[in-house]
């Protein structure tokens, strides 16, 4: 069961069990693939030192990415990439089918000029992306070094990072929960107690329905450990 990120001494430590640290990393690991990326590359021995946007593509081809959905376990099911955004067939611009969570990771500059939009995505969005990389395989490092242990421990830096990664989580669960207006937030939750309630009374969830109870437990985890993270830092 989880602890509260809380700031000693110098870093936000939390205590974190085995399935609490494999959520985290699997989701982490998710989104590195909607964006394109490869968990792990370019990773460094130490987390304080990860994060740094790479100045090129990984060594690796990017269809490696392919090969990565297969590591995701049950937990993350309905995280990974989805059906294309717009015309069949379209590609992003880093390969692989685009992705309607990247509307939310890298929006439009502007919604109603599609060429200003175009110019802007051309020039920013693969520096963009590199960053959210990078901070998301600050959080599957963090979850590697905390695996023996169960705790968590984020210096100042890492743990701005892991902040950012874990709104682009959530981002990516709110896309596949449907969390779109106000109030949706609220039907995500009623939903998930409801799934909760049947399983303790021993109905069985159909496949859908088992990977929308995954995913809303997900998104209220990833979002109260990021305020509890938060509030470590701003306390500190």
Same mark, same amino acid.
């Given at each position: 069961?989880?602890?509260?990120?809380? !700031?000693?001494?110098?870093?936000?430590?939390?205590?974190?069990?085995?399935?609490?640290?494999?959520?985290?990393?699997?989701?982490?690991?998710? @989104?590195? %693939?909607?964006?394109?990326?490869?968990?792990? @590359?370019?990773? =460094?021995?130490?987390?304080?030192?990860?994060?740094?946007?790479?100045?090129?593509?990984?060594?690796?081809?990017?269809?490696?990415?392919?090969?990565?959905?297969?590591?995701?376990?049950?937990?993350?099911?309905?995280?990974?990439? %989805?059906?294309?955004?717009?015309?069949?067939?379209?590609?992003?611009? !880093?390969?692989?089918?685009?992705?309607? =969570?990247?509307?939310?990771?890298?929006?439009?500059?502007?919604?109603?000029?599609? /060429?200003?939009?175009?110019?802007?995505?051309?020039?920013?969005?693969?520096?963009?992306?590199?960053?959210?990389?990078?901070?998301?395989?600050?959080? @599957?490092?963090?979850? /590697?070094?905390?695996?023996? %242990?169960?705790?968590? @421990?984020?210096?100042?830096?890492?743990? *701005? *990072?892991?902040? =950012?990664?874990?709104?682009?989580?959530?981002?990516?669960?709110?896309?596949?929960?449907?969390?779109?207006?106000?109030?949706?937030?609220?039907?995500?939750? %009623?939903?998930?107690? !409801?799934?909760?309630?049947?399983?303790?009374?021993?109905?069985?969830?159909?496949?859908?329905?088992?990977?929308?109870?995954?995913?809303?437990?997900?998104?209220?985890?990833?979002?109260?450990?990021?305020?509890?993270?938060?509030?470590?830092?701003?306390?500190?």
């Amino acid at each position: 069961m989880a602890r509260a990120f809380r !700031w000693e001494g110098d870093a936000a430590v939390a205590h974190l069990d085995d399935l609490e640290i494999e959520a985290l990393r699997e989701g982490a690991s998710a @989104v590195i %693939t909607v964006l394109g990326g490869i968990p792990g @590359v370019d990773l =460094a021995a130490s987390v304080p030192s990860v994060g740094a946007v790479p100045d090129g593509p990984p060594p690796q081809e990017w269809s490696e990415q392919e090969d990565i959905d297969a590591r995701f376990a049950e937990l993350t099911a309905g995280l990974g990439p %989805t059906e294309p955004l717009h015309d069949e067939g379209e590609r992003s611009p !880093w390969g692989g089918s685009r992705d309607s =969570a990247l509307a939310r990771l890298l929006p439009p500059a502007h919604r109603e000029d599609v /060429e200003l939009a175009e110019s802007f995505a051309a020039v920013a969005h693969d520096s963009v992306r590199r960053a959210k990389i990078a901070n998301l395989n600050t959080l @599957v490092a963090a979850c /590697e070094q905390a695996e023996e %242990t169960g705790v968590m @421990v984020l210096d100042a830096a890492p743990a *701005r *990072r892991v902040m =950012a990664a874990l709104t682009d989580i959530r981002l990516v669960l709110a896309d596949r929960l449907g969390i779109v207006e106000e109030g949706d937030s609220e039907r995500v939750e %009623t939903e998930t107690r !409801w799934f909760i309630d049947r399983v303790e009374r021993g109905d069985r969830l159909d496949d859908d329905e088992q990977v929308r109870l995954n995913l809303g437990i997900h998104h209220g985890f990833m979002g109260w450990l990021q305020e509890t993270l938060v509030e470590a830092v701003l306390l500190r």
